[in-house]
């Protein structure tokens, strides 16, 4: 799914903190902005003028203005029918600058909105892109529990009524955090990096069965809750039969990984059983984890010594 916003949306949301004043063409109010990743975040949504793509934000800045100062009556003609044929979104004068009758007869006349920012142009640009980022990427809703454990995001999945609500209180209690229960949502910002939050709605509540709806903030603190992370592991909850867990492997465990927005994500599934303590095997499967990440392999190492043991005895 390609997210969309329009003129009107980005106005609203960043008049006070880009400075914005709705200069003309309010028939443009409408026209959407549409993104076109997957994951490529904002690049090319917002650009200067000497990047002329259909459906994008274009910045007029002082340079720009410098530039229009030196055209002919005919060459500025053409450069504005060029700017205007692509239909921009939104056409945005940075640093408070002024621009002609017929820059303004031309907004009219194509329906497309320009505003007036305060800010200059470099720092309008960067502002955009980081809202855009997040705007624009594209979403998921996964069902689950997403957590902050030892810094890392935690997506907690699995079947219904198999304890995961139960198994976020408890690692609340050890001083982790939680983002979201029962329906987080994806976003990719980058293409590497995909970020976790929670539906306003949601926020700082967590349904565990028998006590109802909980308010973590309210039970535990500020410092229990977190607003976003970005997902680094997901652990999924599966009960298993004495079979299935006779084909779990005893050195490697049970890894794999799960495609989110287009990104493979690593996995450990954890068999759920009567008197396991969960809450350790999650944060142990962090610790793990973060091992793998700089490169160290226990089972790698493990598998090593003995084959070294193996060969020292088979030298004697």
Not at 29 to 42: A, D, N, T
Not at 160 to 178: D, P
Not at 258 to 286: D, H, K, W, Y
């Amino acid at each position: 799914m390609n997210p969309s916003i329009t003129t009107r949306d980005r106005y609203n949301a960043l008049r006070e903190k880009l400075g914005l004043e709705w200069i003309a063409g309010r028939g443009g109010s409408e026209r959407l902005l549409q993104g076109g990743f997957p994951g490529s975040g904002s690049q090319g949504l917002a650009s200067p003028l000497n990047y002329i793509h259909p459906n994008r934000i274009q910045i007029i800045g002082r340079a720009e203005l410098i530039y229009f100062s030196g055209l002919d009556t005919d060459l500025y003609q053409d450069v504005l029918d060029k700017l205007f044929s692509a239909t921009p979104a939104t056409v945005i004068l940075a640093d408070g600058i002024n621009v002609g009758e017929k820059f303004i007869d031309h907004t009219e006349r194509t329906e497309t909105l320009i505003l007036r920012s305060s800010l200059p142009d470099a720092r309008l640009l960067d502002e955009l892109q980081y809202y855009l980022t997040n705007v624009m990427a594209e979403r998921t809703t996964v069902h689950g529990v997403y957590m902050e454990v030892l810094g890392t995001g935690v997506l907690l999945t699995g079947p219904a009524a198999v304890g995961k609500s139960e198994l976020a209180l408890e690692l609340i209690s050890r001083g982790h955090r939680l983002i979201a229960d029962d329906a987080p949502e994806f976003a990719r910002i980058t293409p590497d990096i995909i970020k976790g939050s929670c539906p306003p709605l949601l926020r700082d509540f967590l349904e565990v069965r028998g006590l109802g709806i909980l308010n973590i903030r309210a039970m535990f603190g500020d410092s229990a809750v977190k607003f976003n992370k970005t997902i680094h592991l997901i652990i999924n909850l599966k009960p298993m039969s004495e079979a299935e867990l006779q084909d779990i492997d005893r050195l490697r465990g049970s890894h794999a990984s799960r495609n989110l927005l287009g990104l493979q994500i690593p996995e450990v599934t954890l068999p759920v059983a009567p008197g396991r303590e969960m809450g350790i095997l999650v944060e142990t499967a962090v610790r793990q984890h973060m091992l793998l990440r700089t490169g160290y392999d226990a089972s790698e190492d493990f598998i090593n010594k003995h084959q070294a043991i193996l060969d020292d005895n088979g030298e004697e």
